[in-house]
């Protein structure tokens, strides 16, 4: 890479948002009303899955102040991101306990509430199953009866016809079976985790309006407002013209929470039916918890065949994603799942096959790691207990056989910008891997992770310079909490050459804010820092040939520094933004710049979750732990954790993303889980479900590594969606090595530690 | 049957009509318009609710609107006055202490209880203040920065 002279971009700028939030001022989903605005509440299923005998809505809708109530039949639409297998509202038969099944708009919660118990649903239930592996087995009930034949958004979404299988993922390099014949030492493992649900603490909530020419509005705290505008365009029959998707100036919190339609859907159910008038519907916290997504639950077989130097020889992977009811993501999920299932390592020959499967349980989805979680806790926990077996150090065995530039990835494609190894080098000179002493009952661990990002998909910004020269960005990136309005301003004042207080970002609406594929996958500062670097480049080349007249110089002899357009090497002759329109364009100048990102693939690759990808997310973590002998209790001492950033745009959000990320990880590793009976959540509450407190919160140091990208906008990669992803490995592994015990099961809760310690005696 | 209360609320003196029934929340948010305060759970679980009351803080969804009557409110609006940040709020900007923003008001409030009434917490002290607000975003290591550099600061301007 040239070095840059920056002045901006690489600076820890404050949060543009932060002022807003900190006053209370900033205005979320459930602050916007609507004039006419009527609220729905939503009848849902008690039962995991059943035929729907009938239903009768006609006491509901004679309550006083009831508008209307919508069942499925109302609304015989599909729709579904990966697959068309979801309808609105459940028709025929509901297939989870907590799917919606009828939804009341009223004057207000309580009378919708109330007329919710005066609907009557008479159900025949139908044999359920909740485990993914054995929903794969001949003879489990069929969850979707049509699978085969339901819509794919592209020829790689392979779902098994006659199965509860939605999509099956293969990945196959060398002969896996010569190569376990050729090992020394064969490894197998089963690691399981459980459904994590993302607890962001905004609920989710729409605003729907169908007007009687189907018009359709939607106000929602989505995270991918075209995503959504496509989805409901083609669900409902309508063009993309009709359909706007406005999204509330903040959003509290997403971790791929809020893609996809979740109180969208219900929303505008009703809302087709009742015309004419916007609908809110907020959920509460127990349908956060039982009717939107979680993490997928796991069931992961990994069979590995080493030599005994250490040396990889072979590995064959099974995963089992428990997609719940419907595909949702899973489809993609369960790709990204088994493209880095192996984990970041040279190994030559491979078998991965990674399935996403139906079960009669609330949906599993987009969720921080994509499917990093679940492959990293079996990969990483593996790798330690073959370093231990051949008697290897953990850390020298990882950089033995980790990937770095130069090498071919199981997905075919030579790796660059590999910052994977420096990260993990970090990380053990940070804890002093091999020097610092440690108490009794205390011990380290260290894992890595590796995942893909969503490839290929576009970004589109216009930066639109204002008569005084401030400017606006226009973008739909939505900001979830994860700083990209912070990233793009910096972008566009750096790149366009104006004061950070010059920018701002505009809060995303698809009649106004041009195209973005999702805020996902870590993605954003990527691509969408790409789109508005093109475009503020393209402004600035705008006003420079604007002001080549008026400075009487070429505008390759001009730039643009704080806000005044000036000759490079004379300061002094120069002019502001404010002046230059005003002078070419009296009281009603304006330069708009465009920018649109799509990365560049190689020939024949798919167009949709292709195998190639653009840039991994990579990072390395290390655990300092205390095992309590008598309780079972883990405390975490210290997590060290370092992630490739290419180039952090702004180092402290950056490193507050890792902070974050932890934490998250934290609890998926000692406490999170989501517990079922049948098909029932038994803790859908934060009474119940534990998110880590402040009392619970380990010690973190973050470090971001700059190994850069030579397509990301000064480097710079994605870092956010996978900071939590080798948390939970490097707890364990630091947990086998304070006291000899290995969990293959998460969460590492204390009974399960003390059952260990016991079986450890015994032997 | 409704209920007549008077109350204060960021210095401004309140008289309504309630129903018994109502939430502080529902009438901070639906009738006064004070939407700083956000609803997370609405089971007196997340923490996000929290304002202060009589300098104590309350879950404001799990306190009835009656029990407001002759009683001092603070919701996070009250915090700055005339445009100037209270050092709590210039703090969390200045740490990165806020990321979604939606638990935000409740930690800052948390912790202006605390330091109203103990201008030198330990990080422990601090901890326990907070460990009724959950941060689903930032995890906890910046919130706890940034009100231990306003008690720090404090402190120096005492000595």
């Known amino acids: 890479m040239p070095t840059e002279q920056l002045d901006i971009v690489g600076t820890s700028s404050i949060r543009v948002d932060a002022r807003d939030k900190v006053m209370g001022k900033a205005i979320y989903i459930d602050d916007i009303q609507v004039p006419g605005m009527l609220h729905g509440k939503v009848l849902r299923s008690r039962y995991p899955h059943a035929r729907i005998v009938r239903i009768d809505t006609s006491r509901a809708e004679k309550l ?134 993302h607890c962001c603490i905004e609920t989710h909530g729409a605003i729907a309006l169908v007007d009687d020419e189907t018009n359709i509005t939607v106000w929602a705290n989505n995270d991918s407002p075209h995503r959504a505008r496509k989805e409901i365009a083609s669900a409902f029959k309508v063009p993309m013209t009709k359909v706007r998707v406005i999204i509330a100036p903040y959003v509290g919190g997403n971790f791929g929470g809020k893609g996809g339609l979740k109180a969208e859907a219900v929303a505008l159910a009703i809302a087709w039916k009742v015309r004419n008038r916007p609908i809110k519907i907020m959920y509460t916290r127990e349908e956060e918890f039982c009717s939107t997504i979680g993490r997928h639950p796991s069931v992961v077989r990994m069979k590995t065949g080493v030599k005994q130097d250490g040396t990889f020889v072979a590995r064959a992977v099974k995963i089992y994603l428990a997609t719940g009811a419907y595909a949702e993501k899973g489809p993609t999920v369960s790709t990204f799942a088994g493209i880095s299932g192996a984990g970041p390592y040279r190994i030559p020959n491979l078998s991965i096959d990674s399935y996403c499967v139906y079960t009669n349980r609330q949906l599993a989805g987009a969720f921080r790691g994509y499917g990093g979680p679940q492959t990293a806790w079996a990969y990483e926990s593996q790798m330690d207990i073959i370093a231990h077996k051949l008697g290897l150090d953990p850390v020298e065995l990882r950089l033995r056989q980790v990937y770095v530039d130069g090498d071919r990835h199981a997905n075919g494609q030579i790796l660059k910008s590999e910052g994977l190894r420096d990260c993990l080098v970090q990380v053990a000179e940070s804890m002093e891997w091999n020097s610092k002493p440690l108490g009794k009952n205390q011990g380290r661990g260290v894992a890595l992770m590796e995942r893909a990002i969503k490839t290929p998909f576009g970004s589109a910004a216009f930066v639109k310079v204002n008569e005084d020269g401030t400017v606006d960005v226009l973008s739909s990136t939505t900001e979830v909490g994860q700083g990209s309005a912070t990233i793009v301003c910096q972008i566009v004042a750096e790149e366009l050459g104006v004061p950070m207080a010059s920018v701002r970002k505009a809060a995303p609406d698809t009649a106004f804010t041009p195209y973005d594929a999702s805020t996902t996958s870590s993605r954003s500062t990527f691509h969408m820092g790409n789109a508005v670097k093109m475009a503020a480049a393209d402004a600035k080349q705008q006003l420079l040939a604007l002001a080549s007249k008026l400075l009487k110089a070429s505008p390759d002899d001009l730039t643009i520094t704080q806000g005044k357009v000036h000759v490079k090497a004379m300061p002094e002759r120069a002019l502001p933004i404010s002046k230059v329109l005003s002078e070419n364009y009296g009281a009603s100048g304006t330069v708009l710049g465009r920018g649109y990102y799509y990365p560049e693939m190689p020939e024949g690759e798919s167009n949709y979750f292709s195998r190639y990808m653009v840039f991994w997310l990579l990072g390395a973590q290390g655990a300092e732990v205390e095992v309590n002998r008598e309780t079972g209790e883990v405390k975490i001492l210290k997590i060290y954790a370092a992630h490739d950033a290419g180039k952090a745009i702004n180092p402290m959000t950056c490193l507050d993303q890792i902070r974050g990320g932890v934490t998250l990880g934290a609890g998926f590793a000692l406490s999170e889980n989501l517990m079922f009976k049948g098909g029932t959540v038994l803790n859908p509450s934060f009474l119940s479900y534990p998110v880590p407190s402040a009392l619970d919160a380990p010690e973190i140091e973050p470090m971001a590594v700059e190994y850069a990208h030579p397509d990301g906008p000064y480097g710079a990669k994605g870092i956010g969606e996978t900071t939590n992803v080798p948390t939970p490995p490097a707890i364990a592994n630091a947990i086998y090595n304070a006291v000899g015990i290995r969990i293959k099961d998460l969460p590492i809760t204390p009974d399960k530690v003390l059952a260990a310690l016991k079986r450890k005696d015994e032997r | 049957m409704q209920k007549k209360i008077v109350f204060t609320v960021n210095g401004d003196r309140v008289e309504l009509s309630v129903e018994p029934n109502l939430t502080l929340l529902d009438l901070l948010k639906g009738q006064l318009g004070l939407i700083g305060t956000r609803e997370g759970c609405d089971s007196g679980a997340c923490g996000a609710c929290t304002v202060i009351m009589d300098g104590a803080p309350v879950l404001s969804c799990m306190t009835l609107a ?87 600061g404090r402190a120096k301007v005492q000595e």
């Open chain 1, 64 to 197: 006083p102040g009831v508008l209307g109530v919508v069942t499925g039949a109302d609304v015989p639409f599909i729709h579904g991101e990966s697959l068309l297998d979801e309808p609105f509202l459940a028709r025929d038969k509901v297939r989870y306990t907590g799917e919606g099944v009828a939804v009341v708009a009223a004057v207000d919660v309580a009378t919708a509430e109330h007329a919710l118990e005066l609907i009557r649903v008479e159900y025949k239930e139908l044999p359920a199953v909740f485990d993914p592996v054995e929903a794969t087995e001949p003879g489990a009930p069929l969850i979707h009866e049509n699978v085969g034949t339901y819509t794919r958004a592209a020829s790689n979404i392979k779902p098994i016809p006659g199965t509860n299988i939605c999509n099956h993922f293969q990945l196959k390099t060398g002969d896996v079976e010569k190569g376990f014949a050729e090992s020394d030492y064969i490894f197998e493992d089963t690691f399981t985790t459980p459904m994590q649900a």
């Open chain 2, 66 to 152: 009656v029990r407001c009557h002759n009683r001092n409110i603070t919701t996070i609006e009250g915090l700055a006055h005339d445009g100037k940040l209270h050092p709590l709020q210039q703090s969390a900007i200045d740490h990165d202490a806020v990321q979604c923003g939606f638990c935000t008001a409740g930690w800052l409030l948390s912790a202006k209880v605390l330091l109203d009434n103990n201008p030198t917490p330990t990080r422990e002290q601090v901890r326990t203040a907070v460990a009724g607000n959950l941060c689903r975003c930032a995890g906890y290591q910046r919130i706890e920065e940034s009100i231990l550099a306003v008690a720090e």
